[in-house]
Structure formats: C-alpha cells, structure tokens
C-alpha cells in the first residue's frame, strides 16, 4: 500500500484487530460524509446541511428508526475535504424517537460550516470506518454515507478505501451532486455518477442516489436517509430532481 493515505493505514490496521463483540445494540450505525470542499459553494453548503435539519426532524424518518429490531440507530454528522480534514460536527448521538432526533438536528443546525480546498473522497471513506469501529456500538448494519460534488483529487484512490471499507463489513452509499462542468476542466472528469458508480459505492445492498439539481438536495437526502435506515436494498442508482425521482439506471446491478 505504498502511497496511502493515513486513514487507509489506519483503517488497515484496524482491520487486523479483533471484531468489536460488545457496546450498545443499534440497528444502525450510520457515518454521514459530507463534502465541504470550495466546489460547494455557500449557497450549495446550507442547502445541503438544511437538508439533513429538516430530514431528521421528518416524523417518516423517525418512524423509520422505530422499524427496527431494536428500535434505536447511532449517527454521527462529519464534513471533509483534502486528505487531512475531517471534521466532525456532530459526534455519535443515539436516536431512538423524535426527541432525540430533534436533538441531533439542533445541533446540526447550530454548527457553523467550514470550506476547505480539494476532495479526498478515499480518506473520507477511510476516516468514516476508523470512526465505527472506534464507537461505542454494536450495528447489525455499518454505513458510510458518502456525498460530494467532484472526483477524487487528493489523497488515497476512494476505490481502495472502499474495498476495505467491505472488507470490515462496512457498506458505503453515495449521493453525487451533478452539475455542469466548465468547459476549460482539465484533466476532463468522468460524469460523476458513474465515477460514484465505479469507484464510491459498494458493500451489501448499497446504493447511489444523484441530485440533478441543488433544489433536489431536500427530496434526496430525505429519500437517502429513508432506504439507509430501512436497510432497504431496493434499486441501486436512482436520480433525483426537486420534482421527483427520475428513472433508475437500471443497467447497474450494483457490488
């Protein structure tokens, strides 16, 4: 692994621990990953976070975290950027009903939100693992939550987190905020939700939503927080714009 990254060193090193047997039963423990690099600009920023406030206060959230076997998911809120930024907002919270939920998204709300330059989507990956399996929880299911608006331009390939990241048995899903690319980008990108697609997503039932537009923030995030706590597998690739779902990819049969 020559040219790591330090979160994959560190998530390889993990990985040769022991599997953590006790801490508290959750259904989930889930580690949403949100991109904060310049590309996302404030406008774009708020209404991302304003997104997750307004989906954790959303009572269809709350009955979906009641679903489960245990009725009680952890959460914990990070945002990242270059190789070497991951920034926790909101530690890992217990939700077991509204009022926690409620909690979990005062907090949110109150954080200031931080920019910073690059996007190292493979250390994200990286972090969100060493962060579950430092926790103080048992999930019958681990989820990364990876959201972001560009490719990989920093740090280690997010391909090789992740395939490490499934090894720990840990699933990462995406949400890729597409949007037109100017035309001088160089080197040219490929579209971003097949490099989501090929390079982010992956593990047991995992799954990619696109937000075509930043007016589709809410509905995505809505609908992404619904399926990841549900556990549900359902169709891999979907994209979402602020009218409603588009039709799924359905030539994606997922990792």
């Known amino acids: ?23 508290i039963a959750v259904d989930l423990e889930l580690v949403l990953a949100v991109d904060v690099s310049h590309s996302i600009d404030e406008d774009d920023g708020r209404l991302q976070r304003e997104g997750y406030v307004r989906a954790f206060r959303d009572p269809r959230v709350v009955a979906a975290i009641r679903s489960g076997r245990t009725g009680q998911i ?17 530690g890992w919270s217990l939700l077991d009903g509204q009022e926690a939920a409620d909690g979990f998204a005062a907090r949110l709300a109150a954080q200031p939100r931080v920019s910073q330059s690059w996007t190292a989507i ?7 693992v060493a962060m579950i399996e430092a926790n103080a929880y048992a999930g019958q299911r681990k ?28 699933t990462v899903n995406g949400l890729a905020i597409v949007r037109p690319k100017p035309a001088w980008t160089w080197p040219p990108e490929p579209p971003l939700d097949e490099y989501y697609r090929d ?7 995992s799954f990619l939503i696109v937000a075509t537009e930043p007016a589709a923030f809410p509905r995505a995030i809505l609908q992404k927080l619904l399926r990841e706590i549900a556990g549900a597998g359902g169709p891999p690739a979907e994209y979402v714009s602020a009218g409603g779902p588009y039709p799924v990819v359905a030539e994606w049969d997922g990792r």
């Open 1 to 23: 692994m020559r040219g790591a990254g330090p979160a994959v060193w560190l998530l390889s090193a993990l990985l040769a621990l022991p599997a953590r047997a006790d801490g």
């Open 74 to 90: 952890a959460v914990t809120y990070v945002e990242w950027s270059a190789e070497d930024y991951q920034r926790v907002v909101v």
């Open 122 to 128: 493979g250390a994200a990956i990286g972090a969100g």
């Open 143 to 170: 989820v990364i939550d990876v959201s972001g608006d560009g490719v990989n331009n920093n740090g280690p390939a997010p391909a090789a987190a992740r395939d490490l990241a499934a090894a720990a048995g840990v």
């Open 199 to 205: 390079h982010v997503v992956g593990g047991p039932n």
